[in-house]
């Protein structure tokens, strides 16, 4: 059963976790994982002696927290919800390790991709343009609302002991790659544009969490994102004046 008020303090507590890793992540750069290579004459010899592997891995990882934190809101109830109050912390955990570990080890191709774009495109908006074409046709195809149905689909996890661990780290594995499945396209264009990289990751937050809130539905060719949010925002706004409304306080009265 739906408990409005526990899914509210696991949403703000993630999104407070978010939260946290923008403040650090915009603080500490302009949000792009291989900045120096943006250098136009900028060798891989001075990349990997500027960044090193272990600061590469760090910036990956708090650009994930940022981004994906939100889309966990639901995965996380839902192991609140199918678990015992004394186990669920530990089941978060293994879940996120497992859902972590695969964006991790994603991370070396997409780090690949933006450093060959930049060494080949220094200052150039066309890989940009590129990835933003592919990720417009990936977000209107099928294929992804095949990874964003796999996304919502979780089997209830066991009881107790080592298989409800397993079924945890499971989830988070397997969450983790229909989850790349989905975003791969729209995750990438922020790391190869020129500039303004902050405004594009937020952006691309922003369209992930959105498009989270769509149910499942047959895959098919149609534009997401934000048909979900916008609807819930317009009954928020129609219900607030509808509260306004004299007829509305004489009903009350």
């Not at 978010?18 to 990349?47: E, R």
């Not at 908006?125 to 209107?140: E, F, G, H, K, R």
């Not at 989850?179 to 500039?195: F, H, Q, R, V, Y």
């Not at 004299?246 to 009903?251: N, V």
Request: charged letters at 10%; a positive charge; hydrophobic letters at 50%.
């Amino acid at each position: 059963m739906f408990n409005r008020k526990e899914f509210n303090q696991i949403r703000n507590g993630v999104l407070l976790v978010s939260l946290l890793a923008w403040v650090l992540l915009l603080a500490g750069h302009d949000g792009s994982c291989c900045s120096p290579a943006g250098n136009g004459g900028t060798s891989w010899q001075m990349l990997l002696a500027s960044d090193t592997p272990a600061a590469l891995i760090k910036g990956w990882a708090l650009m994930l927290v940022a981004m994906m934190a939100p889309t966990l809101v639901l995965p996380v109830y839902f192991i609140r919800l199918t678990s015992f109050a004394g186990s669920c912390l530990r089941l978060t955990a293994l879940f996120v390790a497992g859902y972590g570990a695969v964006w991790l080890s994603a991370g070396g191709l997409f780090m690949a991709v933006e450093l060959v774009a930049k060494q080949l495109f220094p200052h150039s908006w066309w890989p940009a343009m590129l990835v933003a074409l592919t990720a417009l046709m990936w977000q209107a195809s099928p294929c992804k609302q095949i990874c964003l149905n796999r996304c919502h689909n979780h089997r209830p996890l066991a009881a107790f002991g080592f298989a409800a661990d397993r079924d945890a780290l499971r989830m988070g594995l397997t969450h983790g790659i229909w989850c790349i499945g989905s975003c791969w396209a729209i995750m990438l264009l922020p790391m190869l544009l020129p500039g303004g990289h902050g405004f594009g990751m937020v952006g691309v937050t922003l369209l992930m969490f959105c498009e989270r809130m769509d149910p499942a539905t047959a895959p098919a060719w149609r534009l997401r994102g934000f048909r979900t949010a916008l609807l819930h925002l317009n009954r928020s706004l129609r219900g607030s004046r509808a509260t306004q409304m004299p007829g509305a306080q004489m009903a009350q009265s």
